[in-house]
């Protein structure tokens, strides 16, 4: 008998650290703050039963229903097990038009990005005078001897200026502001240089995710422009996005990622005003389309089922076609992979193999709300890939309100 309880106690005991380390776990990974639309409770929609009740010495939930209430919960597993107390704030429900478009993408960064460095050849030697100074491959230049940079020609220039006289370089690392000395050479041709190679510009195609009539405000890709040598997100100085026609499609297969094809028409359609980890927004941008608002969802609503996305694959505008949501996550570590989904319609898959470059921003629409957008392409089977919360990205969106303010 006494066997028998000592074995019960391990058990009893085992159990209680998993149950403490789950709630751990879940207590690390859950956001503290929710958005709920007015009128509607939180929920949490994960494998693991988690529940939420308004916390001890607060009033009844329905009580702060209004939109710019807020109140908080208490998050739980089973037999109470306490995971952590969240703020939730009630919002009114945003109406926006889907959107399903393709645009291109023009924009300049602010200052310039060293993309890469070369020794230059002078006099029987070679160095690297950016290199000497401290200048690595990400950084952003912002200054040259107290001017502005923007571009490459404005680099050349006062490097070209400088006749091997020492140059003060004001740049930007990781958001941190600092400064060097640098000293350009004489390269062998007779052109003073730096040893550095920057960019100032880029350009692609996109789809536009939403567009919200009250606001003139668009979102599209759900993720950001970044620089093809260095991965960094590409810092915003203008921009613009324009009118593209799709001349045709590039299937992907495992392990080689297809693409839109097409070309600019010149015509400018909105202002490119934010490039985020979460995707661009600006203003204008309204789709040619005649899809009706609908309800932009909160991520507590997204489930895992069926659901649709919007893409154009040729001159007849956005197609819906079927896809399942396999999995959604209740994490806030990593804010553009929130849902992985399946490419599920007969059609897409025999048109692009599944997902392709060009598409990142597709919408994606359940249960008739706009609950997110299509942003990666799992390499090794373009069927499925990741989606962004719609939540995210407007979170974003209001940053172009506050800056026309």
């Not at 009630?90 to 038009?97: A, G, K, L, S, Y």
């Not at 390269?187 to 190679?197: C, K, L, P, T």
């Not at 920057?198 to 890709?221: C, E, H, K, Q």
Request: charged residues 20%.
């Amino acid at each position: 008998m006494r066997k028998h309880y000592k074995r019960f106690a391990c058990v009893l005991s085992a159990a209680i650290v998993a149950v403490q380390t789950l709630a751990l776990y879940t207590q690390s990974i859950l956001p503290d703050h929710y958005y709920v639309a007015a009128g509607e409770t939180l929920t949490i929609n994960s494998a693991l039963p988690i529940t939420s009740q308004a916390s001890r010495g607060s009033m009844p939930v329905e009580v702060y229903s209004a939109a710019g209430n807020s109140y908080n919960v208490d998050l739980r597993l089973p037999y109470g097990v306490e995971i952590k107390q969240v703020q939730v704030q009630v919002v009114d429900r945003e109406m926006v038009v889907p959107g399903g478009t393709p645009f291109g993408i023009k924009m300049f960064t602010e200052g310039v990005i060293v993309v890469g460095m070369s020794d230059i050849a002078s006099g029987g030697t070679s160095s690297n005078p950016a290199k000497t100074a401290g200048v690595r491959v990400g950084d952003i230049i912002t200054a040259m001897d107290g001017n502005t940079v923007q571009t490459n020609e404005d680099v050349g220039r006062i490097v070209m200026a400088s006749k091997g006289n020492p140059v003060r370089i004001d740049l930007e690392r990781n958001g941190e502001p600092m400064t060097c000395q640098m000293q350009p050479v004489k390269s062998d041709d007779g052109v003073y240089r730096a040893g550095i190679w920057v960019r100032d510009s880029s350009a692609g195609i996109g789809t536009l995710t939403y567009y919200n009539p009250s606001t003139d405000v668009f979102a599209g890709l759900g993720h950001a422009i970044c620089d093809i040598d260095t991965g960094d997100i590409m810092p915003l100085h203008s921009g613009e996005i324009v009118d593209v026609t799709i001349t045709g499609v590039h299937r992907g297969t495992s392990g080689s990622p297809g693409e839109l094809r097409g070309s600019f028409t010149g015509d400018t359609t909105g202002e490119l005003l934010i490039n985020s980890q979460v995707g661009i927004f600006g203003t204008g941008g309204q789709p040619d389309t005649a899809l009706e608002p609908v309800p932009l969802a909160l991520r507590y609503e997204v489930v895992e089922g069926p659901a649709t996305i919007l893409c154009t694959l040729d001159d007849k505008g956005p197609q819906e076609y079927s896809i399942s949501i396999e999995k959604v996550s209740i994490a806030e570590n990593n804010p553009t992979k929130n849902m992985v989904i399946r490419v599920t319609d007969p059609r897409l898959l025999e048109k692009t193999g599944g997902i392709v470059q060009g598409m990142s921003g597709s919408p994606i629409l359940q249960g008739g709300k706009l609950v997110g957008a299509v942003t990666h392409v799992f390499v090794n089977d373009p069927t499925r890939g990741y989606g962004i919360f719609a939540e995210n990205m407007e979170k974003m969106s209001s940053s172009v309100e506050q800056r026309r303010k």
